[in-house]
């Protein structure tokens, strides 16, 4: 997982940085730094992102499928 896709799945549920966090458990500062790539996903925060909102594998490689693809048609 990296920045794109935490800031994808925060946009696809149609939720603002605070509210994202408060749904994973964890300061709102923290999703901010990591969207800018100041800070990193930890394994941690990882699990607290898919237990949330219930992702497994699949939903994940789907999610950088599109992460890819959005990227690609921003040049």
Known sequence: MDKEMVKFIRKSYNMNQRNFAQVVNCSFSLIALVEVGKRRITENLYNKITGA????EKQLKEIH???IESNQNKY
């Open 53 to 56: 909102f219930n992702l497994d």
């Open 65 to 67: 499928s599109h992460v």
